[in-house]
C-alpha cells in the first residue's frame, strides 16, 4: 500500500498544458539571489556529478556509490554523517549540523534513489546528464536528487555570509523510496535517536501546476477492500437460468448503489462521524487555492467533475473508490451467462480522525445490516448452500491519514519562513488527495510534518527524458534558505 | 448470437446427479415396440455405420459424405431426396413421401453435423462408435444422428405393418447447426417451395432432467446490449482525483441498479407492457411440470433463486442479464485509479410480444430519462467534455421470442399424439428459457414450430464422450412413430 511521495506528487501534479513560470521570483538584491548567481556554475556541476552515480535501488553496488558520494559531499560542508543501516536495505544517508542549545530541530528528508529506466525510450543515457534549454535532463533529476543539491546549496548560500541558521538542521536521504520504502518503518525505529526533531519536512514532489510553489500539510489514508458477490459454482447459461440462477453482477453492483453515489458521497451510516470539521485555517488555505478545475477537466476529457466543489475542497472529504470490477470473465465475446462471481476493488481514502479500523467496522456493520453474511476467506460450498446473501470481503493494508494543523505555531512559523522567499505566491494545501506514509514519522517522533515540492509539474517524473528546470532548482534553493535562516525566527 | 438449438438444450439439461430414467415405456404389446425389439440389431448397426462418418460442418469433404448417406438411406426407404445448397455452406438434406391430399403436412428437422472434437479427451476415437453398457458412445450420438436415425426407424415401423402415416412428411436436415446455423435464414428462404408445411418438428436435445419425455412450445428471443460509461482519459490516482474525477464504474453500477433487482424483476418503466399474460393452459402446463428447483439449487451451489418462484414459471417472463462487467483492467493488482471506462454486458432475454426493437427503445428511452446522452460509437473527446453524462451503447444482434399456443389445436392433437407413446409422463414446458432460430420458421412459414427432444440430458453433449443410451433412442423411435400415426388423427 506504501506508495513512494514522489509518485504521488507526481500523478497529483502530472499534468501537461498548464503554465509552468515560477511566480514572485525574489529581487536580484537578495543575498540568496546574489550566491545563487555567482555559483549557478558550480551547483550545476556538483549536481550533474551526483546525477552521474546510477542509483536504482536494486543495483546494490551503485546505490552504495551515491550514499558515499553524499557523504562525501556532506562532510566536505562540515556536517557529522551516519549511515543508517539495515540488512539487505540501501543505506540511509543521515547528517547532522552541530546543535545549539534553545533552537528548534527540523531534520529534511529527500531520497537519493530513482525509478528504473527503460533506456530505450530516452534521448541519452539516463545517467549522464544533458542540458537542453532551461532544463537538465537525468533520472532523478527532479525526482529527488535536486532537492539534495538544494538544501545543501542553501546551507552553503548561508555559509557564504556566515549566517547561522535559524534551526538545527539534520537531515535524512533514503536510498529506496522508489522502491516503496519497505524499511521505513524499521529504519525510524532503529535510528530514533538520531532523527529526533520537532519538525519533519518532506522535500520531494513538484510544485502547483501552475508553477506556484506550494507548501502540504498532511496526506490522506488509505485501506482497500476487495468485495466479492457469488452466484452458481459454475456459469449457468443466461438464457434457460437468467432471472432465476442469483446474478452477482447484479449482486455487487446493487451494492455499490448502497455504498456511494455518482456525486461522490457515502452513503454508509455514520461514515463521516468520525471525520472533523475543517478548521477555519484550512478553509482559508482552500480560498486561496487558485482553482484549476476547468483546467484540469479539460486537461482530463471530462465533463463534469463530483460533488459540486473544487477538487482542492474534495479531497478534505474522505473517498470511496472503485478501482476495478470483475465479473464474467474476459477476452473477446463475453458467454451469454450468469457468472459464478462479481468482484468490487474498492479503496478508501481517510481523512482526520478516520483509521483503518473504523471503516473497516463501519464498512462491515452495513453489509451485515444489509443482510450479507461475511466471510473473509474463501466460502466452501456448503457456506454458499447455506448463506443466501453471502459475501468475501478481503482487507488490504492501509496506513492512517496525516494532517499537521495549518495554522499550528510551526505551520504559521514555515509559511512566514518561506514566504521571505515566495511572498505572497505560496500557496497552501492542507492535504495532498493522496497518501503518503507521513503517518509514520509523525508516528514514530510525535512531531509534526510538512511536504514541501520544488519541482516543475512538468518533468516526466517517473518517465523517460526526467528533467528539471533550471530555475525551478534555484527557486529551491531560494526556498530552503529562507527556511533555514528565517523559521527558527517565526517559530517561538 | 444464433445459438444452436443442441447446444441450448444441452445447457438447459445438463445437470448431472439428478434421476435418468425414461419413465411409462410402453407395454411390449404395441406394434412399434415389437419392431424395435425385433430389429434392435439392424437399427443400432446403421446408426453406427452413419455416427462413423466424421461430421464437423468445416470439414467439407467428410459432411458431404454424411449428406450422401443420409441421401442414400432416404432413398433406400422410398422418399424422394433433394440436395438444398448454398455457395460455401454444407448441404442440407430435404426429403418427403408423396403427399397424400387432404392430410397435413409435417416437417421434421435434425441436423447431421457434430460440435469439433478434442481427441485427447475421448477414450476412443468420436468417429468409431463404441457401445459400453446401455450406452453407444461416438460424436453425434445424442446430437443429433439419433433424431435421425429414430425418424426414420419410426418410418420403417410403419412401413413394416404397412401403416400410412397419418400426417404427409418432410424431412430437413441441416449440415451447419453447431457451426451456428449461419446459413439457415437464407435456405429458408431459398427452398420456401419444398419446405412448406404445416407443422415444424425440431427434433433436437435431451428429455427433462429426472428422464421424463418433453415437448417443448416455443423459447426465448434474446439481444444483447453493451453499455459503458466513462471517466477520465486515462486513469487518475485514486488518492489525488478520487471523489473528484467521476468514477465511471459507481455511473454503471448505479446504473445497473436502476435497471434490475436482486429479484429478477427488471425497473425500467414499461418493460412489461408488451408482455402477454399467461394462458390459462400455460399455466396449467407449468403446474404440471415437476419443480426441480431444490435439486438444482443444490447441483448449483446456490442457497437462492431469483424471484420466489420456479425456474419453470421464471422463464416464462423476460430476463435482463448481466454477462460481464469490466472497468479498472485485468492483471494480479489493480492500480488504485479512477478507471477510464466501465462497461456492463448485458443480454435481455425476451417472451411474446417483446422484440428485439421495442427493448432497444425502452431502454434508450429510459437512459434518456435519466439523464444520459446516447452514442452509439466512442464517442470523440469533444463529446465526451460536451455531454457530463455520457453512454455509448451497442447493440448486438439478436432475435424475437417464439411461442406455439399450448392449447391450440395442433398443440393438443400434438400432445395427444404423443401421449399414446409416453401416457401421461410427457411433461409440456410453454417455452424454453434459453433462445432458438425457431422463430426463423414461424416467421418464414407462418406455421407453428415444436421442440421435440429425445436424449439422454447426460449425454456429454458437445463434450468429448458424447453417448445416447440406447434405451433413450427407443423410446425416441416410439415416439415419433405415435407422432407419425396419430397427430393427424388427432390434428382435424
Known amino acids: 500500500m506504501k506508495t513512494g511521495i514522489a509518485a504521488i506528487l507526481t500523478v497529483l501534479l502530472g499534468v501537461a498544458g498548464l503554465p509552468a513560470q515560477q511566480k514572485q521570483v525574489p529581487a536580484a538584491t537578495d543575498p540568496v539571489e546574489q550566491y545563487v548567481v555567482a555559483h549557478r556554475q558550480e551547483v550545476l556541476q556538483e549536481f550533474t556529478r551526483l546525477l552521474a552515480v546510477p542509483n536504482v535501488a536494486s543495483d546494490t553496488e551503485n546505490i552504495q556509490k551515491n550514499a558515499d558520494a553524499l557523504i562525501a559531499i556532506l562532510q566536505k560542508r562540515g556536517l557529522k554523517t551516519q549511515l543508517l543501516q539495515l540488512e539487505n536495505a540501501p543505506s540511509a544517508v543521515f547528517a547532522e549540523l552541530p546543535a545549539v542549545p534553545g533552537k528548534r530541530t527540523v531534520i529534511f528528508y529527500a531520497h537519493y534513489d530513482g525509478q528504473p529506466v527503460q533506456k530505450r525510450d530516452w534521448k541519452q543515457d539516463p545517467w549522464q546528464p544533458v542540458t537542453v534549454g ?63 526533531s520537532d519538525l519533519w519536512v518532506i522535500c520531494d514532489g513538484p510544485a502547483y501546476q501552475n508553477g506556484q510553489p506550494l507548501l502540504v500539510f498532511g496526506s490522506r489514508g488509505v485501506v482497500t477492500a ?12 443466461s438464457g434457460h437460468y437468467g432471472n432465476w440462477a442469483p446474478n452477482p453482477i447484479v449482486e455487487i453492483a ?11 458521497e457515502i452513503t454508509i451510516p455514520h461514515f463521516y462521524d ?10 482559508n488555505a482552500l480560498k486561496d487555492l487558485p482553482n484549476l478545475d476547468a483546467q484540469l477537466k479539460n486537461e482530463f476529457g471530462l465533463g463534469r467533475s463530483e460533488g459540486q466543489s473544487s477538487l482542492a475542497d474534495q479531497i478534505m472529504k474522505p473517498a470511496l473508490n472503485l478501482d476495478r470490477i470483475e465479473g464474467g470473465g474476459t ?117 509534526p510534518v510538512v511536504l514541501l515540492p520544488i519541482a516543475n509539474f512538468d518533468n516526466n517524473q517517473h518517465a523517460a527524458n526526467e528533467n528539471i528546470r533550471v530555475e525551478y532548482l534555484m527557486n529551491g534553493i531560494r526556498i530552503y534558505a529562507a527556511v533555514f535562516a528565517n523559521l527558527g525566527k517565526y517559530w517561538r
Chains 1, 2 share one sequence.
Open 134 to 196: 532551461d532544463r537538465i535532463y537525468a533520472r532523478s533529476a527532479s525526482d529527488d536528487k535536486a532537492a539534495i543539491v538544494g538544501l545543501l546549496t542553501a546551507l552553503d548560500a548561508l555559509q557564504a555570509r556566515h549566517q547561522e541558521p535559524s534551526i538545527n538542521l539534520k537531515f535524512f536521504f533514503e536510498g529506496e523510496e522508489e522502491a516503496g520504502s519497505p524499511h521505513l518503518d524499521k529504519l525510524l525505529a532503529k535510528y530514533a535517536g538520531f532523527l529526533k
Open 226 to 237: 476487495q468485495i466479492t458477490a457469488f452466484g452458481p459454482n459454475r456459469p449457468l447459461h
Open 254 to 264: 446493487q451494492l455499490i448503489a448502497k455504498l456511494r453515489t455518482t456525486e461522490g
Open 274 to 283: 468520525p471525520v472533523r470539521p475543517l478548521t477555519e485555517a484550512e478553509k
Open 331 to 447: 477476452g473477446p465475446n463475453p458467454a451469454n451467462a450468469v457468472p459464478s462471481s462479481a468482484t468490487a476493488y474498492i479503496d478508501f481514502r481517510m481523512v482526520p480522525n478516520q483509521t483503518p479500523e473504523i471503516v473497516q467496522e463501519q464498512v462491515e456493520g452495513y453489509l451485515r445490516e444489509l443482510g450479507f453474511y461475511l466471510v473473509h476467506t474463501p466460502p466452501a460450498p456448503a457456506e454458499r448452500l447455506e448463506h443466501p446473501r453471502l459475501l468475501q470481503i478481503t482487507w488490504g493494508p492501509g496506513y492512517p491519514p496525516q494532517r499537521t494543523a495549518v495554522d499550528a505555531p510551526v505551520s504559521k512559523a514555515f509559511i512566514a519562513a518561506e514566504k521571505t522567499a515566495t511572498g505572497d505566491a505560496l500557496l497552501v494545501m492542507p492535504t495532498l488527495g493522496g497518501s503518503t506514509p507521513s503517518f509514520l514519522f509523525e508516528q514514530q517522533f510525535k512531531t
